[in-house]
């Protein structure tokens, strides 16, 4: 058995690895026709355009991207924090678990569609700030999910502790559970800033088309039928939860250990 697992650990990382080679080397073809095995010639001129703000606003779409994915991320892993506490010591615990899945049982579209009317009513269809109130929407209840884990007895008798001797609220969150929380409120903000970089359904139903996004630009390309910048925004979509996977491994998990 042991003699299969190079081969098979091979495998896997030609699996994984593939898509993401055929992408890159998309985003730097030229003239690619079938039955060409590759493409005829290569080019840097889509990622130049890209870095010279001349790609058809993708320069612009990332950034958005960004700061949308960063905002809901940081924000939802806060109130998280506070409202996986709350849950994590109310008597009737289980069935609040049960009603934040609630969110994630109808697929983004139709979840989105359901929430239309109200967004049209409160003027929050159509903008930045519809968009990222979408998105809490889905990320916010997955970080309380995820943090509840957070507080178990361990911690609840730090606490405890802590109280006993007289160290306040604030001292007791500085001092105690930020430190004991760190890697949980990292990994959470990663996972909430990935939902966010890779929410398309939301996004596109309650912004309208207006909110240009890197999913939105991606989609768009595919519909224009321009493979080369459809790759491009693929590899830049693809970037920043490479970059949190290694971080995380990188420092979150050895810290951790």
Known sequence: ??????????????????????????????GWRFPLVLPASFTAGHWEDFFTGNSSDLQASCLVSLFIAAFVGGLATILGFGCSRWIASHRRKNLLLFIAYFPFVLSPVIFAVCL????L???LAGNLAGVIFAQ??????????????????TIRNYVAVASTLGS???????????????????TCFFQC????????GLTSVIGYGKVQTLTIKVFQFIGEANIYYAALSSCLLILPPVLLLWFNKKFVLQAAR
């Not at 239309?116 to 967004?119: A, H």
């Not at 800033?193 to 398309?200: A, D, L, N, R, V």
């Open 1 to 30: 058995m042991s003699n299969g697992r190079p081969v098979t650990a091979f495998f896997v990382v030609v699996w994984c690895t593939v898509p993401a080679v055929v992408l890159l080397m998309l985003s730097f073809s030229a």
């Open 116 to 119: 239309k009317y109200f967004f």
């Open 121 to 123: 009513r409160a003027g």
């Open 136 to 153: 809490l929407i889905i990320a916010f209840p997955y970080s309380t999910i995820f943090l509840v884990s957070f507080w178990n007895n």
């Open 168 to 186: 306040g609220p604030a001292y007791i969150n500085r001092h105690i559970l930020l430190p004991a929380a760190k890697s949980f409120l990292l």
């Open 193 to 200: 800033f990935m939902i966010s970089w890779f929410e398309y």
